[in-house]
């Protein structure tokens, strides 16, 4: 079954949030499960300052969430429902 998106279905604003980000859309993909910034950084072989700050635009959007904000250290995020929900529009396009 083929689903259509209607224009006005889809936020424009996160579309463009997720997509003019080098690593944001990867990151979301990669957070279907429960990881560290250290597990993402392995797995993107990117530098941990990128990882950390793409966390933390997400986050503050709303597209990941921390599981164990109280923790210092070994902090595990995932992607929230908001997260999904761009990640197949964008993945749709």
């Known amino acids: 079954m083929i689903v259509y998106m209607k224009k006005e279905d889809i ?3 996160d579309m463009s949030f997720i997509l003019s980000g080098k690593h944001r859309k990867n990151i979301l993909k990669l957070l279907e499960n429960p990881k560290t910034p250290t597990q993402l950084k392995e797995e993107t072989k ?3 300052n990128q990882i950390s700050r793409t966390l933390q635009e997400l986050e503050s959007k709303g597209f990941v969430e921390c599981l164990n904000p109280k923790q210092k250290l070994t902090r595990f995020y995932k992607i929230t429902s908001k997260g999904k929900n761009i990640l197949n529009q964008t993945e749709k396009m």
């Open 46 to 48: 990117l530098h941990f």
């Open 11 to 13: 936020d424009w604003d």
